[in-house]
């Protein structure tokens, strides 16, 4: 690499930009590589001015949907407006310049943003201990099945089985099974919550724990949460909750006074962090005091304003993550917290519930609500009557695409046939609300006015009507450049 100096933009200061020179490897990068690992000739890579480069990308942008560009209703997803304050703060360099090996003593602040979020997060949930390693919500879940399988392994109380209602996220089950219990599913009741005599009759002594997600994904809190968490801590078995839906929780109820031992917290969801595009994420796990001895490690620990990384935990499952859990994600998480404040996340569920309603209320008419109660922070309505006439679920999301909306979760939960599972999220407008509500109520009248163009829907998009089925058989991303 020929000899040069290279500079980087620094943040502002109070004097404005300064330029911080860069270090430059001594030897060329080809020479710092196994010969194996070199091209034996030049990639065949275009050349082209930073204008078409930006222009490229700006043009993927528009291609593709995001929450900078348009509602984003995902039930269940939580795909709310991430504040752009989130990513300067993680993108500040002390943040960004740190590597998991260094010295404690020179992280120190890094250490710290993993303290407070673990604080915040037991201050807002009850509880008395909180992992911020595990790296999404289902390695969140995964994490508290172990920790709820350490419990049981310490008492020498083994047992095989862990219950779930059949409106459980998909990922509930596949956790339990990646950490070796077996799932055994019991029904809900004609209101879409638990229904506590069948789970009572699978209530056995081979019994580990209870997963269940409240509010569930049907949007309905679940009203006998205690006396459930009676049951099961009757058995020495555990309350695991999926915390999912927490946005709809922040302020009101705190779930470790619920009876909830576990519960694995979706910063990618209720703290505003990104979510999609493959991560990344996090997943938080908070637990109760029968549970503290069994978190991963290292532990963050603070002595006198000097934190250090604790391994001395004889009982602890180990690590679930290479280091410390994605950190940049703490950063942005607490960034939020510390921004809308103790008053600011009631406000969060408050406007997150009263959006779904309001929504609810719009199309109610329209597409049917099986069980009718006022719901939560997300609502799932059916598109049964439509598909009784040729139009199905999918068909009225594809054709959502056409107005610049994103589709809501379609078939899911698979207790509600033709289920559309909307999440509109305390950050979208009164206004944009209605407008999605218009376009519902359209495609609703188009079923019986135009069905052919719902059935050949999205018309409007850079990709037109997929088939599914061979498109997930047959994947094909590849470019190809012109000979």
């Known amino acids: 690499m020929p000899e040069q100096i290279i500079f980087e933009m620094s943040r502002p200061g109070r004097k404005g930009y300064t330029l911080e020179p860069l270090d430059v490897p001594e030897k060329p990068v080809d020479s710092l590589l196994p010969k194996e690992c070199l091209r034996e000739k030049p990639a065949r890579l275009p050349e082209m001015s930073e204008n078409e480069v930006v222009r490229h990308f700006v043009r993927l942008s528009h291609m593709n949907h995001h929450i900078d560009k348009g509602f984003y209703p995902l039930g269940s997803c939580t795909m709310k407006y991430n504040p752009k304050i989130n990513e300067v703060t993680a993108s500040l360099p002390g943040f960004t310049r740190v590597h998991p090996h260094q010295a404690v003593s020179t992280v120190q602040g890094c250490l710290q943003v993993a303290w407070e979020v673990e604080k915040l997060l037991c201050e807002v949930t009850g509880f008395k201990a909180v992992t911020t390693q595990p790296a999404a919500g289902a390695h969140g879940e995964l994490t508290g099945i172990m920790l709820i399988r350490k ?43 638990i229904d506590f005599e069948d789970f009572c009759s699978k209530l056995t002594s081979d019994v580990a724990g209870l997963m269940v997600t409240n509010p569930n994904t049907l949007g309905f809190f679940e009203s006998d949460i205690k006396k459930i968490a009676g049951a099961l801590h009757s058995k020495d078995a555990l309350l695991y909750m999926d915390g999912a839906n927490l946005n709809a929780l922040l302020g ?28 990344p994420g996090s997943g938080p796990v908070a637990v109760s005091e029968k549970l503290v001895d069994f978190l991963p490690v290292p532990r963050v620990v603070n002595k006198n304003g000097v934190f250090s990384l604790d391994y001395n935990l004889p009982d602890s499952i180990g690590k679930v993550h290479s280091f410390y859990g994605n950190f940049g994600i703490l950063v942005r998480a607490l960034t939020y917290m510390l921004m809308v404040g103790k008053r600011g996340m009631r406000r969060v569920s408050e406007n997150a519930i009263l959006n779904s309603n309001y929504l609810l209320s719009l199309i109610k008419n329209d597409y049917e609500h099986p069980y009718g109660s006022p719901v939560m922070h997300e609502f799932v309505v059916s598109a049964d009557r439509q ?32 289920a559309l599972m909307i999440e509109p999220t305390e950050t979208e407008t009164k206004e944009t ?36 089925v061979r498109a997930s058989k047959e994947i094909n991303i590849r470019y190809k450049f012109n000979e």
């Open 151 to 193: 419990y049981h392994d310490k008492k020498k109380n083994a047992r095989s089985l862990i219950l779930i209602p059949d409106s459980a996220h998909g990922t509930n089950p596949s956790s339990v099974t990646i950490a070796g219990y077996t799932t055994l599913e019991f029904k809900s009741n004609d209101r879409g919550l």
């Open 252 to 279: 009101f109820v705190k779930p470790a006074e619920l009876g909830v031992d576990v519960l694995h917290i979706n910063l990618h969801k209720t703290f505003s962090t990104p979510h999609g595009g493959g991560g």
């Open 387 to 418: 598909k009784e006439k040729g139009i199905k679920a999918l068909d009225i999301a594809k054709r959502l695409l056409d107005f610049g909306f994103h589709a809501p979760t379609i078939y899911f939960p698979l207790i509600v046939h033709e």
């Open 433 to 468: 609300l209605e407008a999605f509500a218009a376009v519902l109520k359209q495609i609703a009248r188009e079923v019986d006015e135009n069905p052919e163009i719902l059935l050949t829907a999205p018309h409007n998009t850079p990709v037109s009507r997929l088939d599914d």
